[in-house]
């Protein structure tokens, strides 16, 4: 079991109940680990180079995303929030592929000249 | 090939885009991979590093264009608008390719001098 510390966990209860506040249904709740930064994010007056990943599952009305965002660009131990659609729900469409187009007829007009 | 470009550079700067463009046209050797179908990638998500970061070049990170990915125009704009969701997130780095993936397999048509 990874070292969990209890700031990460009060933090975590305070997002999710602010989710539940502003009216969403919490689905699922992953850890995608804590690990080193791609880049050195400065946030809050202060900058980062490890962080923990968390990914929250829910459904909630448009309009709330507006309030939870500005939420959590306030709340000190949160560096990045993304509020993202959920990629299940698009559907999928079935690609062709790249389809050979006649690029003679973009070059010049193929009308009958005298 | 090599002569009729050496013939335009010697003429006047307004013709030598038009017989650049014909040289072009009359070269078969495109790099349109048609055989790797786009639809192998079905859902793009933001999360998968490992996908994303074989579009990538392994030296400054910049997203490979149509030419050398191959794919067709939708899915290069999914993938490339998933590339800078990821960045941005925080979960690819921008400047580099994460040196964990640098001995993937290479799905794009670029060779580097070694």
Known sequence: MPPTHPETAAALKRTIEALLDRGAIVRDLENLGERALPYRISAHSRQHSRGGYFLVDFYAPPTAVESIMEYLSRDIDVIRPNVVKHPLTQEVKECGGIVPVPLEEKLYSMKKRK | ?114
């Open chain 2, 1 to 114: 090939m090599a002569a009729l470009v050496a013939v335009c550079s010697g003429l006047g700067r307004k013709k030598t885009p038009f017989v650049r463009a014909a040289v072009c046209l009359t070269d078969p050797g495109t790099h349109a991979v048609l055989w790797r179908s786009c639809s192998q990638y079905k859902q793009i998500t933001s999360n998968e590093d490992l996908l994303l970061s074989q579009f990538i070049s392994p030296f400054t990170g910049c997203i490979y264009g149509r030419h050398i990915t191959g794919l067709c125009g939708k899915k290069q704009k999914e993938i490339t608008k998933a590339i800078k969701r990821a960045q941005i997130m925080g979960f690819m780095p921008v400047t580099y390719k994460d040196p964990a993936y640098l001995k993937d397999p290479k799905v794009c048509n670029i060779k580097y001098r070694e």
